[in-house]
């Protein structure tokens, strides 16, 4: 395990049966509460592109935003929220993912990004990967470019990234 993601590892805890029984939580409020493992996580995820600008970070509903607007801050961009059905106000574009049982939808803003845009895509946790594929579909309905999408937690168990096989993927710490 590389240094930092053995450090960052020490403010990540388990929580057991969160949400539900036989469930292991990822809880990483530790490391937002802790400004130097917050913001050394920042600077992991933004690193490539202070030199190789993208035109926007989008933040996945709720934590991404958490990260991705620490990120767009840092590397001097915008931020794309893309939310849960019915909560962005203007005209939208939708997606829909597989859960466990059942499916679940993202929206994003149909004039969020222009064609050949570059997009950063940011969240905190990848899991089955259901997420950041619908997120890359609506990324691409409007015509950006995904640079990379960047995750804090990576659940290798759980084979996200099968998912996303034509995506550039980057994940701090993995379980």
């Known amino acids: 395990m590389p240094e930092l993601e053995q450090e960052l590892n020490k403010f990540i805890r388990d929580i057991p049966d969160f949400p539900k029984p036989g469930v292991i939580f990822k809880d990483i409020t530790p490391l937002l509460q802790n400004a130097d493992a917050f913001c050394k996580a ?8 202070l030199q190789n600008p993208v035109d926007y970070v989008l933040g ?3 934590r991404g935003f958490v990260f991705a607007a620490a990120a767009a801050y840092r590397l001097k961009t915008g931020i794309i929220p893309v939310r849960k059905p019915g909560k ?6 939708e997606a829909s993912y597989a859960l466990e049982y059942g499916t679940d939808r993202l929206q994003i803003h149909q004039d969020a990004i222009k064609p050949g845009q570059k997009v950063l895509i940011v969240d905190d946790v990848m899991a089955t990967g259901g997420t950041a594929a619908a997120t890359a579909k609506l990324v691409r309905e409007l015509g950006g470019d995904i640079v990379e999408a960047c995750f804090l937690i990576e659940l290798d168990f759980l084979h996200g990234r099968d998912k996303l096989k034509d995506i550039p993927l980057r994940t701090l710490v993995h379980y």
């Open 60 to 62: 996945v509903e709720s």
């Open 88 to 93: 962005l106000p203007w005209k939208t574009l």
């Open 42 to 49: 920042i600077e992991w995820m933004t690193e490539p592109y």
